[in-house]
């Protein structure tokens, strides 16, 4: 059977293959073979466990990122001190493009 390659580089192989899978393999000459597959899944995902108020490892993000913030506490209060002396960008643009 003789099958033309459209435009799109699509090429249609009739209703009886409709949403089938197929292997495409190019041989060095050009040529191409397509090889009609099945897929079967290698493992099943297991489900996730949820706590009764949210995600486990969502809770688990939050207690490590209070752990974090409790070990640099200094730090974030040095941060906070020089930011509330310090005109933020967006607010010298303004005041750049009004005067």
């Not at 249609?12 to 597959?37: M, N, R």
């Amino acid at each position: 059977m003789l099958k033309e390659v459209g435009a799109s580089g699509q090429i249609s192989l009739g209703k009886k293959y409709a949403g089938q899978l197929f292997d495409l393999k190019t041989a060095a000459d050009g040529s191409v073979t397509l090889t009609p597959v099945k897929v079967v899944p290698m493992a099943k995902e297991e489900a996730v466990p949820y706590a009764a108020n949210g995600h486990a490892a969502a809770q688990g993000g939050a207690q490590s990122t209070q752990a974090w913030a409790d070990a640099h506490a200094t730090e974030i209060e040095q941060y906070n001190a020089w930011a509330s002396q310090h005109e933020p960008y967006s607010q010298r643009v303004r005041r750049w493009r009004g005067a």
